[in-house]
């Protein structure tokens, strides 16, 4: 793992093409913004666990569907 320190208004540059910045801090949590094509999905991470969770849990059902 790549581990940064930015301050409120840096960025972070991935792959040529995403930014991640740095907008805001609030005590313990940081808010970033994100800058990124729209085909590629940005998600929270618990955000993201929910959608493999549903795909997973669709892909099972139409494999019992099909049996």
């Known amino acids: 793992m790549l581990v940064l320190s930015r301050k409120v208004g840096e960025s972070v540059i991935i792959n040529h093409d995403i930014k991640v910045m740095v907008v805001e801090q609030r005590g313990d949590k940081v808010r970033l913004g994100f800058v990124a094509p729209k085909e590629v999905p940005i998600h929270r991470e618990e955000v ?10 669709q892909r099972l059902k139409q494999n019992n569907d099909r049996v």
């Open 48 to 57: 993201e666990n929910e959608i493999v969770k549903d795909f997973e849990e």
